[in-house]
Structures are given as structure tokens and as C-alpha cells.
């Protein structure tokens, strides 16, 4: 029962994405286009190559940024073949994911702590294993954030798993998303279409359909209801197909010439 509940929510996410996408095209795929082209360029690339192409995509903001932007470039200067070691092992699917995401975690703060980084800002959290991961094998992962995890928990009515355990979780529904598009011929082809030479994967696309819900559009989009909460200036766009006129009410000084 439960398993059918969450296909049945995910499946509405779906309908309500690709209608979001026919109104705002902007928001729903463009503006995310460069997660696609970024992990085209990372495939076959090394290790610390990876995290490189990362850094450069607004201040690494794909992995844990404010500590991945100092963090990870001293890794590099310091000893780039442990870096790359403890990388690898991360990519190493022989492996349980569950020990590799402990291992990471815990290599990456003891080299830290030894290079003179204490405290909890460090980029070896969950988040920025996922963008490693999904750089390497995005067939196997994708991308993850734990803010847009929790309110697509919530929207399912699943409790979020504690620290080191939420990303496996995330997998989960992320593979469910991605089994009900696989077989939307139609849909796959217009996102195709918008992320051109990009290699495609359906996990990556299963991400960005919840990021844009619950992060990027979360103002935008009614998930309970299905409905498009759409800025004034969409609003009017889309009475025009139907009023051809329209009358804006305001005091002066709000934009009702500029609109």
C-alpha cells in the first residue's frame, strides 16, 4: 500500500512537471541545462578532474559549497593521489553504498583535520558525495540536497532517514521517478531536445523534476492541488489566449504600464 502510494504521488509530480514545462520552459529545464552539460564533460574524467569542472560551476555549489570552494582545492595542493584515493574509493560500486558514503565521510574529515580544517563545515557530506557519484556513473546516481529530500518526504508521507542513511533513501524514490518516465516516449524526446550533445539519464531527470518542485519553483507550484501558481506577468499572458482585454487595477507607481 504504501510502495502505491508513493508511485501514485510521484506520478502526479510527473503530470504536474510537464505541464509546468509547457508554461515555463525557463525554469523547469533551461536554467538547469548546465547540470546536464557538466556531467557530459566529467565522464572519463579523473578524480580530482571532476571536482575541478565542479568548482568551476558558481563556486561548487553542487557539492557542499561553502567548505568544497577552500576545502577541496587544498586537497588537491596538499596530496592529490590520497585525494584522488579517497574518491575512487567512493566510485568503487563492488562496494556496499552504505560503507563507501561512511568512508568518505570519515576519510575526507580526517584529511581535513590533518591539513588544519576542524569543525563541521566540511565537504564530505552526503551532498557532495552525490555529485561525485553522479559525475562518474549518472546511470547509477544522481544529484542530492537534503532540502528538496525532506519536502519530497513530506509530500509522500515518508519519514526522511537520519544523516548517512537519507541519500540510499532518496535512491530509492529517485528510481521509482525514474521508472515511471522511462516509458514516456514523448517526454524523454522534449527533454532530449532542450539538453542537446548531453548524455541522458533518467535519474538526472528524476532530479531535476524534484528539484524544480520543491526548490526552484517551490513558489510557483501547488503540488497538492496540481494547480500552477504562475507570476502576475504568466498570469496575464495565459488570460490573454482568452480575454483579449484585460483591465489592471493598482496604485500609482506599480507597473501596471511596464506590465
Not at 29 to 42: F, Q, R
Not at 99 to 117: C, M, P, Q, W, Y
Not at 135 to 146: D, G, Q, R, S, V
Not at 222 to 246: A, D, R, Y
Amino acid at each position: 500500500m504504501a510502495e502505491e502510494n508513493r508511485r501514485e504521488k510521484l506520478q502526479a509530480l510527473i503530470s504536474i512537471y510537464k505541464k509546468f514545462l509547457h508554461t515555463d520552459e525557463k525554469t523547469a529545464i533551461l536554467a538547469e541545462k548546465y547540470k546536464w552539460e557538466l556531467i557530459t564533460k566529467c565522464q572519463n574524467l579523473s578524480p580530482t578532474e571532476v571536482v575541478a569542472e565542479n568548482l568551476k560551476i558558481k563556486d561548487g555549489h553542487l557539492f557542499y559549497n561553502i567548505a568544497s570552494r577552500t576545502v577541496f582545492p587544498e586537497f588537491i595542493q596538499n596530496n592529490e593521489a590520497r585525494f584522488s584515493a579517497i574518491i575512487e574509493n567512493l566510485w568503487d560500486e563492488k562496494v556496499d553504498l552504505s560503507k563507501r558514503l561512511v568512508d568518505f565521510e570519515t576519510e575526507s574529515k580526517n584529511f581535513a583535520e590533518e591539513i588544519g580544517h576542524k569543525g563541521d563545515i566540511l565537504p564530505n557530506d552526503e551532498r557532495s558525495a552525490a555529485t561525485l557519484l553522479c559525475c562518474h556513473a549518472p546511470e547509477i546516481h544522481t544529484l542530492f540536497k537534503n532540502s528538496f529530500y525532506q519536502e519530497t518526504c513530506k509530500y509522500i508521507s515518508e519519514k526522511p532517514r537520519p544523516k548517512r542513511e537519507k541519500y540510499i533513501h532518496y535512491l530509492s524514490i529517485i528510481s521509482d521517478l525514474g521508472d515511471l518516465i522511462k516509458d514516456d516516449s514523448e517526454f524523454i524526446e522534449k527533454i532530449r531536445e532542450l539538453t542537446p550533445n548531453c548524455i541522458q539519464s533518467n535519474k538526472l531527470l528524476a532530479q531535476n523534476i524534484l528539484y524544480v518542485l520543491f526548490e526552484s519553483g517551490r513558489n510557483l507550484v501547488n503540488l497538492f492541488t496540481g494547480e500552477i501558481k504562475m507570476s502576475k506577468t504568466q498570469e496575464i499572458v495565459e488570460l490573454l489566449n482568452s480575454k483579449k482585454n484585460i483591465i489592471l487595477q493598482g496604485a500609482p507607481g506599480t507597473g501596471k504600464t511596464y506590465t
